[in-house]
T-cell receptor, first 114, second 109 residues
């Protein structure tokens, strides 16, 4: 009965080879978020979608893109992964803004760049 | 800019001992603060939020605007409390949750 599902759990990609991480949700939530968490660091927001509206954080590198083809799915595309992009990537959802609700997280995808 | 600081990366206590996980924040607006918890091999999940003023699993947290703190407390730690705890601050627009670096709590038998 997982509500936010991230696939795969572990992803290995080659330096410079495009990679896509996926997130799906069964909650019908309006908002989906992507966070990057490097080892021993805080999760850092990369961007989020409010319905189809894309909101990029100012310091998110251009190398990171996202797609949300429908309410249930959201993808994180890393166009040219570098060694510094190795991290845990967390997807989260909320029904609306977080002012009146909570964020539901997936289990994350751990990305290794070789 | 909003920032959350958790000064302790690791906190180790014995079962039954009191626990306090520290969290300090920096934000120019009116803060809304949360504690999230991640048990081993599980997803990050909400533990409590300050506006609810509730106690969850025996944990409480009080927002102290004067000290810009939101410390998490429990009077008697249990082994099942062992987990990673993240303090988080929500911006006024409600769309950006900023996390602290996390504190790993280990409760020894």
């Amino acid at each position: 009965d997982a509500m936010v599902i991230q696939n795969p759990r572990y992803q290995v990609t080659q330096f410079g080879k495009p990679v896509t991480l996926s997130c799906s949700q069964t909650l019908n939530h309006n908002v989906m978020y992507w966070y990057q968490q490097k080892s021993s660091q805080a999760p850092k927001l990369l961007f989020h979608y409010y319905d189809k509206d894309f909101n990029n954080e100012a310091d998110t590198p251009d190398n990171f893109q996202s797609r949300r083809p429908n309410t249930s799915f959201c993808f994180l595309d890393i166009r040219s992964p570098g060694l510094g992009d190795a991290a845990m990537y967390l997807c989260a959802t909320s029904i609306t803004t977080l002012l009146n609700t909570e964020a539901f997280f997936g289990q994350g995808t751990r990305l290794t760049v070789v | 800019a909003q920032r959350v600081t958790q000064p302790e990366k690791l906190l180790s206590v014995f079962k039954g001992a009191p626990v306090e996980l520290k969290c300090n924040y920096s934000y120019s607006g009116s803060p809304e603060l949360f504690w999230y918890v991640q048990y081993s091999r599980q997803r990050l999940q909400l533990l409590l939020r300050h506006i609810s003023r509730e106690s969850i699993k025996g944990f409480t947290a009080d927002l102290n605007k004067g000290e810009t703190s939101f410390h998490l407390k429990k009077p008697f730690a249990q082994e099942e409390d062992s987990a990673m705890y993240y303090c988080a601050l929500l911006n006024n627009a409600g769309n950006m949750l900023t996390f602290g670096g996390g504190t790993r709590l280990m409760v020894k038998p």
